[in-house]
Nanobody, 125 residues
Framework: QLQLVESGGGLVQPGGSLRLSCETS????????IGWFRQAPGKEREGVSC????????YYADSVKGRFTISGDYTKNTLYLQMNSLKPEDTALYYC??????????????????WGQGTQVTVAS
């Protein structure tokens, strides 16, 4: 029903920038929450940035605040994550995920139902 496909990952040097995209399909309602999560090998998956599709409320993890920007092109049903000033600790598999909810914006892994396949981001010199 709801499908998410990430793209834009790659290898970048510390201090560099990268933009991730998440193409969505199957939306039928306007109360979705959608966001970016990441997981490094041996580490727990964590919320990076999330947005309420309908009202634009956003959340950023403290570790990325001021460096990453989440946005959406609602006519294309595409979510973006602009990542600037990248650090080696940003290296991870990045996932796009979504859920249907009328609750206040949440960006916790266990709250999200629909997941993409992930795109790898590697920050190294």
């Amino acid at each position: 029903q709801l499908q998410l496909v990430e793209s834009g990952g790659g290898l970048v040097q510390p201090g560099g920038s990268l933009r991730l995209s998440c193409e969505t399909s199957g939306f039928t309602l306007d109360y979705y929450q959608i966001g970016w999560f990441r997981q490094a090998p041996g580490k727990e998956r964590e919320g990076v940035s999330c947005i309420s599709w309908g009202d634009g409320t956003t959340y950023y993890a403290d570790s990325v605040k001021g460096r990453f920007t989440i946005s959406g092109d609602y006519t294309k049903n595409t979510l973006y994550l602009q990542m600037n000033s990248l650090k080696p600790e940003d290296t991870a598999l990045y996932y796009c995920a979504a859920k249907g909810s009328r609750k206040a914006l949440q960006c916790a892994v266990n709250e999200y139902e629909y997941w993409g396949q992930g795109t790898q981001v590697t920050v190294a010199s």
